[in-house]
């Protein structure tokens, strides 16, 4: 069978697999996934997006859910998860605030009651 080493720096889950037929994959053992891409180890890229490179070698990222495509690394500024940017708004119900999102987009948050929307919520 494929012989199934532990990598440092693969995510929780994932292991690195060589085998005779298809040469060297990545299978992650909670979900079943495979990947021949190493996944996004550290990378802090947001879910969905995956680390790819050019003809000419340059990285770019690939977002496999909408399939875009940019060389500018998607989300998290310096590795470090950016906290979305909470503005409150004045014609929001009480407890509601706005949440504009890198990864979700703008959504809306009740501190109250924990409950979201993507539906603006009507006084």
Same mark, same amino acid.
């Given at each position: 069978g494929p012989s199934m080493r532990e990598s440092v720096s693969l995510p929780a889950d994932w292991k690195e697999i060589t085998?005779?037929?298809?040469?060297? =994959? $990545?299978?992650?053992?909670?979900?079943?996934?495979?990947?021949?891409?190493? !996944? #996004?180890?550290?990378? +802090?890229?947001?879910?969905?997006?995956l680390e790819a490179k050019d003809e000419d070698?340059?990285? =770019? $990222?690939?977002n496999e859910t909408s399939g875009e495509s940019t060389y500018e690394k !998607? #989300?998290?500024?310096? +590795?470090?998860?950016v906290e979305p940017s909470v503005r409150e708004s004045m014609s929001l119900p009480n407890g509601w605030v706005e949440v504009?999102?890198?990864s979700y987009?703008?959504?809306?948050?009740?501190?109250?009651? +924990?409950?979201?929307a993507y539906e603006r919520?009507?006084?």
């Amino acid at each position: 069978g494929p012989s199934m080493r532990e990598s440092v720096s693969l995510p929780a889950d994932w292991k690195e697999i060589t085998d005779k037929s298809y040469g060297v =994959y $990545y299978f992650n053992e909670s979900t079943g996934e495979t990947a021949y891409e190493k !996944p #996004g180890a550290g990378s +802090g890229l947001p879910e969905g997006w995956l680390e790819a490179k050019d003809e000419d070698g340059n990285t =770019y $990222y690939y977002n496999e859910t909408s399939g875009e495509s940019t060389y500018e690394k !998607p #989300g998290c500024e310096g +590795g470090e998860a950016v906290e979305p940017s909470v503005r409150e708004s004045m014609s929001l119900p009480n407890g509601w605030v706005e949440v504009n999102d890198q990864s979700y987009g703008l959504y809306y948050f009740n501190d109250s009651t +924990g409950e979201t929307a993507y539906e603006r919520p009507i006084s």
